[in-house]
């Protein structure tokens, strides 16, 4: 049997939208929740590249909370590094230092945390290898209700923000 040229297309075109459709509904998919459902999503995510002899990277992006309580993500992590933690830059002694949050990171009702460079973002401590430019890198965050958040990040070259860490 013989299918029209004009078919033809027609049916191709279509096949290729649908795949496009699904392939990019899928890039975005990088957040998945295990446990109690989170109400956290992480976009705009990235990774900071580091040779292992760095000892330490950090992810970036915003964290927004769609359900009308806060939500305080208090821990990670990855197998990438040793330690995950939630990290502030503050001004000390006229430096400028980076330390962990106690208690963690409070994501306010219908709100956002933006985790940039030279403010609020999550350190990946004691790199276990190199993370390379291009490289996906997965990360599980904890909040205090028990829910998970698996993201997955890729590695980006950053040479700013040097500050000092401060344990």
């Given at each position: 049997?013989?299918?029209?040229?004009?078919?033809?297309?027609?049916?191709?075109?279509?096949?290729?939208?649908?795949?496009?459709?699904?392939?990019?509904?899928?890039?975005?998919?990088?957040?998945?929740?295990?446990?109690?459902?989170?109400?956290?999503?992480l976009t705009e995510q990235w990774v900071k590249a580091a040779p292992q002899s760095d000892h330490m990277s950090a992810l970036?992006?915003t964290l927004t909370n769609e359900s009308d309580d806060e939500v305080r993500v208090v821990s990670g992590s990855t197998s990438?590094?040793?330690?995950?933690?939630?990290?502030?830059?503050?001004?000390?002694?006229?430096?400028?230092?980076?330390?962990?949050?106690?208690?963690?990171?409070?994501?306010?009702?219908?709100?956002?945390?933006?985790?940039?460079?030279?403010?609020?973002?999550?350190?990946?401590?004691?790199?276990?290898?190199?993370?390379?430019?291009?490289?996906?890198?997965?990360?599980?965050?904890?909040?205090?209700?028990?829910?998970?958040?698996?993201?997955?990040?890729?590695?980006?070259?950053?040479?700013?923000?040097?500050?000092?860490?401060?344990?």
């Open positions: 049997m013989r299918v029209p040229f004009a078919r033809l297309v027609a049916t191709v075109a279509g096949c290729a939208l649908m795949l496009t459709a699904v392939a990019c509904s899928n890039a975005d998919q990088s957040a998945v929740t295990t446990g109690p459902r989170t109400p956290l999503v970036f992006g990438v590094a040793k330690k995950v933690e939630m990290h502030e830059i503050v001004e000390q002694g006229g430096q400028t230092v980076m330390r962990e949050v106690d208690g963690g990171f409070v994501v306010p009702a219908r709100g956002r945390l933006e985790l940039k460079p030279g403010a609020n973002h999550i350190m990946l401590m004691g790199l276990r290898q190199s993370i390379a430019a291009g490289q996906a890198v997965t990360i599980e965050l904890r909040t205090t209700d028990g829910a998970h958040l698996t993201v997955t990040a890729l590695a980006r070259d950053f040479a700013g923000n040097q500050e000092e860490y401060q344990p």
